[in-house]
């Protein structure tokens, strides 16, 4: 169990999550800092603001070491390239299991200053931000399982 964090069961955790309207100082600072330390509390190398009760787009990721944060994230394109990996996360405590997804994403996003940025990303941190991103959909890599 780890403090803070909302646990599977919690209702924030299945909503999808609201868009961020501005990028404010509640947002670039005050939640950044409360994700960005929540994240790595805990180990995590990805945070999305609804595990911390927040229901707003907002993810953060570990980039080396520092925490980056994407607001209003969009995936705007999949590879066909398939790769699977043993994902776990923070809300769903001694949980793990083989999740398969796009091997590289772009993803259209503000930074934690308001500028829109799209990135194409692969490997592991591609696969953290579709996992975050899940999660402003209500959606757990546990439901991935057995399907």
């Given at each position: 169990?780890?403090?803070?964090?909302?646990?599977?069961?919690?209702?924030?955790?299945?909503?999808?999550?609201?868009?961020?309207?501005?990028?404010?100082?509640?947002?670039?600072?005050?939640?950044?800092?409360?994700?960005?330390?929540?994240?790595?509390?805990?180990?995590?190398?990805?945070?999305?603001?609804?595990?911390?009760?927040?229901?707003?787009?907002?993810?953060?990721?570990?980039?080396?070491?520092?925490?980056?944060?994407?607001?209003?994230?969009?995936?705007?394109?999949?590879?066909?390239?398939?790769?699977?990996?043993?994902?776990?996360?923070?809300?769903?405590p001694?949980?793990?299991?083989?999740?398969?997804?796009?091997?590289?994403?772009?993803?259209?996003?503000q930074?934690?200053?308001?500028?829109?940025?799209?990135?194409?990303?692969?490997?592991?941190?591609?696969?953290?931000?579709?996992?975050?991103?899940d999660?402003?959909?209500?959606?757990l890599?546990?439901?991935?399982?057995?399907?």
């Amino acid at each position: 169990m780890h403090e803070g964090i909302e646990q599977i069961g919690s209702e924030v955790l299945r909503q999808t999550a609201n868009p961020v309207e501005e990028v404010d100082g509640d947002i670039s600072f005050t939640l950044y800092l409360q994700m960005s330390l929540a994240m790595y509390k805990y180990g995590g190398i990805g945070l999305a603001a609804p595990q911390i009760g927040v229901s707003k787009r907002v993810i953060v990721i570990d980039d080396e070491g520092d925490a980056f944060m994407m607001v209003n994230p969009r995936i705007t394109w999949r590879s066909k390239e398939l790769s699977s990996f043993d994902e776990s996360c923070l809300s769903v405590p001694e949980e793990h299991g083989e999740v398969i997804r796009p091997s590289s994403i772009k993803v259209k996003f503000q930074d934690k200053t308001g500028k829109y940025k799209h990135w194409k990303m692969d490997g592991l941190k591609a696969r953290v931000v579709q996992h975050e991103i899940d999660h402003l959909d209500g959606v757990l890599f546990v439901d991935y399982l057995n399907k």
